[in-house]
């Protein structure tokens, strides 16, 4: 199996910057796309960035030219930049791991607040 455990949430001014990180353990090898999602309070989970196994990205719209999803491989570990951080980016953010055959792994989330 798979653990996530994130860290790097806090608080940030608007135009600010965090960096976000998610280390992977376990059966690491069955990882094919780490994504980063994020949920405001009453809101719908979405999703905010991925990167496959491949190194191919993606980005929600709303996020595309402030954040950078990256990964370290020999860490087990993917991050997520965030930078010109907005109010509207306060949310609990979570990563994601899924894999072959049947994985579907979540962190535990850690809070990020846009605030002044």
């Known amino acids: 199996q798979v653990q996530l455990v994130e860290s790097g949430g806090g608080l940030a001014q608007p135009g600010g910057s965090l960096r976000l990180s998610c280390v992977a353990s376990?059966?690491?090898?069955?990882?094919?796309?780490m994504g980063w999602y994020r949920q405001a309070p009453g809101k719908q989970r979405e999703l905010v960035a991925q990167?496959?196994?491949?190194?191919?990205?993606m980005y929600a719209d709303s996020v595309k030219g402030r954040f950078t999803i990256s990964r370290e491989n020999a860490k087990n570990t993917v991050y997520l930049q965030m930078n010109s951080l907005k109010p509207e980016d306060t949310a609990v953010y979570y990563c994601?791991?899924?894999?072959?055959?049947?994985?579907?792994?979540w962190g535990q989330g850690t809070l990020v607040t846009v605030s002044s």
């Open positions: 994601k791991a899924t894999g072959l055959p049947s994985l579907e792994v």
């Open positions: 990167i496959t196994s491949g190194g191919s990205t």
């Open positions: 376990g059966r690491v090898f069955s990882i094919r796309v």
